[in-house]
């Protein structure tokens, strides 16, 4: 009962802040940027309803699981598709936070441009670059694997998939494809099954 009320009212101070922020005029910055007028928004109003309620809910998620979400990370729904922006310290994070999109109730999509801070090293970054290549290309390769639908990172020789497959077959061939990439130390792997998704596009 407390958690529950404790969603409650984190979710009714997201949808103050949006209200508030729907207010500022013409001249602000609306969803699509500085300057666009709301009602330029090209969604029907029953659309914009669902995006709102959807990214209200995941917002209040992401605040409970920890805090500082609430200013790190940056949501957006168009359509049902969830757009994530942002920082975070730890790869895991990044791999929690897609892992609760995805279980958004309507989820269709998710694009997750979330980045882990942490000081730049050439070397480290130009292997793990090359590890990414490699997956990539093997699964592009794959005609079993709709490569399109896969987020690849590469955090210190780590693969970290994020994606959804069309059955359990392909799910497993993606992470075989990972495991078999020269010098990957790790692989840690967010895939939904199409038929795990809350709302499948038309």
């Known amino acids: 009962m407390y958690k529950f009320k404790k969603i409650k009212k984190i979710t009714l101070l997201i949808i103050l802040l949006l209200i508030f922020s729907g207010c500022a005029g013409e001249g602000s910055r609306g969803f699509f940027g500085k300057g666009v007028n709301i009602a330029m928004d090209p969604r029907t109003l029953g659309t914009q309803i669902d995006d709102s309620i959807m990214q209200q809910n995941l917002l209040a998620r992401l ?8 200013l790190k990370i940056k949501v957006k729904v168009l359509d049902g598709r969830i757009f994530l922006t942002g920082k975070v310290d730890e790869p895991e994070e ?25 000081e730049f090293n050439f070397k480290v970054s ?3 670059t090359l590890i ?19 987020k690849i990172d590469t ?10 497959a069309y059955n359990e077959k392909e799910r497993r061939k993606v992470i075989n494809e990972a495991k078999e ?4 130390e790790g692989v840690i792997a967010s895939i939904l099954l199409v038929e795990d998704l809350s709302r499948q596009s038309n």
Request: cysteine-free; hydrophobic content about 40%; aromatic content about 8%.
């Open 181 to 184: 990439v020269l010098d990957v």
């Open 63 to 70: 605040v409970l699981t920890d805090k500082k979400h609430f």
């Open 155 to 164: 955090y210190k020789k780590k693969i970290y998939i994020y994606g959804i």
């Open 94 to 118: 990044k791999l929690q936070i897609t892992k609760i999109a995805w279980e958004t109730k309507g989820a269709r999509s998710v694009k997750n441009d979330i980045k882990i801070k942490e």
């Open 126 to 128: 130009a292997k793990d």
């Open 132 to 150: 990414t290549s490699q997956l990539r290309v093997a699964m592009i390769l794959d005609k079993e694997i709709k490569n399109s639908n896969y």
